[in-house]
């Protein structure tokens, strides 16, 4: 079962939802605060290397299946055109304004 995006219980990430599900590379960095960083499997990346990678040159997609911790850890289908679809897991750190200061992935 998998919950709407637009159901997605925190405004920050229910915007990072729909802007990687519709390939909106300018929403998405609106989103993220000026010093976002982020994880993939416990390792630091380089943000802009990772989201071009994994997300809009390879057509990401996210369907949310679970939402905890107030909408801002997610349990979500993910896939790619680089790696097929995986259960993964997002953790999100929302900063005062509301932007996205830190995402972790990794296989859930």
């Known amino acids: ?3 709407q995006t637009t159901r997605l219980s925190d405004p920050a990430v229910r915007a990072f939802v729909a802007a ?3 390939h909106d590379r300018e929403a998405f960095q609106e989103l993220l605060a000026p010093d976002a960083t982020m994880a993939d499997d416990g390792d630091d990346r ?3 290397q ?3 990678r994994e997300i809009f040159s390879s057509n990401g997609h996210m ?3 679970n939402e905890s911790n107030g909408g801002r850890a997610l349990i979500a289908r ?3 055109d680089t ?3 995986m259960r993964t897991r997002w953790d999100f750190t929302v900063d005062e304004e509301g932007r996205i200061a830190r995402f972790e992935t990794g296989q859930a």
């Open 1 to 3: 079962m998998t919950i």
């Open 83 to 85: 790696w097929g679809e």
């Open 46 to 48: 380089d943000l802009d």
């Open 78 to 80: 993910y896939r790619n």
């Open 50 to 52: 990772w989201i071009d």
């Open 63 to 65: 369907e949310v299946e």
């Open 20 to 22: 990687v599900n519709a």
